[in-house]
């Protein structure tokens, strides 16, 4: 089974400073890849995905990750962070469900960031 | 475009009592998932449709846990009888393929089992 890991349970970064959150994966075969955010109180909101092409991935809200394969890594980064950009951000793989070609999200447990004023 | 609908938003109940949610997904999507996301961990898959018919069940706990689209769109899971671990964010997603590539998530149904 595929699987993510997500090594830091909260981040905070200041305001206008870079931001990344970290993720490392395991799979067999070709990695998709995914970035959600979840809001106090609301849904998982999509921001980015990997399937094939560049390493580095363009997403919502200014966000971008870097996909290595040595380093079986998916890191989220923003070059300025935002106090908006406060929440919970989680990394998934796309893995193979128990049905006829169907396929589900692993999520990682989650990463909580907070952009300090 | 409208989004994902869930209802209700919150639920408070006693064990043993039992509980429906509602999901209406993205017009147009065929493939449905139902997520449990309990404090502190990501979701966790526990159905996937695809049109009215199931394609994987295999996190369900069936003792308790039921869930159907009868008609291929909205859907309803219900927990009877409900135990206090139980208590968690209930997710509703969609997709327009089975391949699940980007799922479109609602706001959850927030139960908490007293």
């Known amino acids: 089974a595929q699987s993510v890991a997500q090594p830091e349970d909260q981040v905070n970064v200041a305001e206008g400073n870079p931001l990344t959150v970290k993720c490392t994966y395991s799979v067999s075969g070709n990695p998709y890849l995914f970035w959600y955010v979840q809001y106090p109180n609301r849904g998982l909101q999509f921001l980015l995905k990997?399937?094939?092409?560049?390493?580095l991935v363009k997403g919502s809200y200014g966000f971008e990750a870097e996909f290595n394969k040595s380093q079986t890594s998916f890191h989220l980064k923003k070059p300025s962070a935002l106090v908006s950009d406060s929440a919970l951000y989680f990394c998934a793989v796309r893995d193979m469900g128990s049905g006829a070609g169907s396929y589900q999200l692993t999520f990682g447990k989650g990463t909580k960031l907070s952009v300090i004023p | 475009e409208a989004g994902v609908a869930q209802s209700p938003r919150y639920k408070i109940i006693e064990k043993r009592q039992s509980v429906a949610f509602w999901c209406n997904p993205i017009?147009?999507?065929?493939?449905l998932y139902w997520y449990q996301q309990i404090l502190g961990q990501g979701p966790k898959l526990l159905i996937q449709f695809q049109n009215n018919g199931v394609v994987d069940d295999s996190q369900l706990p069936k003792d308790r846990f039921s869930a159907e689209r009868l008609k291929g769109v909205d859907s309803t899971l219900k927990i009877q009888p409900a135990k206090l671990e139980d208590s968690a964010v209930y997710l509703c997603?969609?997709?327009?393929?089975?391949?699940?590539?980007?799922?479109?998530f609602g706001p959850g149904t927030r139960l908490l089992v007293l």
């Open positions: 017009s147009g999507h065929a493939t």
């Open positions: 997603a969609s997709s327009p393929r089975l391949s699940g590539e980007t799922q479109y």
């Open positions: 990997y399937i094939t092409g560049d390493n």
